[in-house]
């Protein structure tokens, strides 16, 4: 019954350090997504892969990157982490763009 | 550009009062979503509308939407404390196919 896992739940980190996100679903879900949700903003889209193989750029791209591992997997990283990037960050998937999506749980990333 | 806006952004009631939370959006939209989170968890799917006149009904909840308006409802009725939490809207761009979010309603419930 797991649906989508992220991890990690919890991450603190300096300026300047690297990280990876990661997010794994069990649906058989073809497209993936990845938001970051900061107080008064609702969700806001980083990036997404429609399918297997394709990722694709959503409404705040800048300062992270993707990867679509296989079908399950979708990671996101920070290459160079900035206080900006201080935020809860979830990972979903659907069956397609138009279906409803799954969220995981959330990372609560801060970044003194 | 597709911007979706909610209103009121908090919301505080008393049990049994009915109110309604309203959702707009600026551009075409092929589908609208309605999501419930509780503090510190995920987003849950409540309601997924299509098309114009579309409503859906689940408990003391129903959604509502006017593709013309571009303006979806969510209309809470006889309001219990269960019902406390955040809810979103999100439409999906008819063009791009990517989803944006509302800012999210919390909406608190007092005995």
């Known amino acids: 019954n797991a649906g989508v896992t992220q991890t990690p739940k919890f991450q603190v980190l300096k300026t300047g350090q690297s990280m990876t996100l990661q997010c794994a679903q069990d649906?058989?879900?073809?497209?993936m997504y990845w938001y970051r949700q900061d107080p008064g903003m609702g969700l806001r889209l980083i990036y997404y892969?429609?399918?297997?193989?394709?990722?694709d750029k959503g409404e705040v791209p800048n300062g992270y990157n993707v990867s679509r591992l296989n079908k399950r997997e979708f990671s996101l990283r920070l290459e160079s982490a900035a206080p900006s990037q201080t935020s809860v960050y979830f990972c979903?998937?659907?069956?397609?763009?138009?279906?409803?999506?799954?969220f995981g749980d959330g990372t609560r990333l801060s970044i003194l | 550009e597709l911007k979706v806006e909610q209103n009121p952004l908090f919301l505080s009631m008393q049990e049994g009062k009915n109110y309604t939370i309203y959702c707009n959006y600026s551009?075409?939209?092929?589908?609208l979503y309605w999501y419930r989170q509780d503090p510190g968890k995920s987003l849950e799917s409540l309601f997924v509308?299509?098309?114009?006149?579309a409503v859906k009904q689940e408990g003391r909840l129903m959604a509502s939407l006017d593709t013309k308006a571009r303006l979806s409802t969510l209309h809470i009725t006889a309001a219990v404390h269960d019902l406390s939490a955040t809810y979103f809207c999100a439409a999906r761009g008819s063009n791009t196919g990517k989803l944006i979010f509302g800012q999210g309603t919390t909406l608190q419930v007092k005995p």
């Open positions: 649906m058989n879900h073809n497209s």
């Open positions: 892969s429609a399918s297997e193989g394709t990722t």
């Open positions: 551009t075409t939209s092929d589908r």
């Open positions: 979903a998937s659907s069956w397609g763009s138009n279906q409803p999506q799954h």
């Open positions: 509308l299509l098309s114009n006149g």
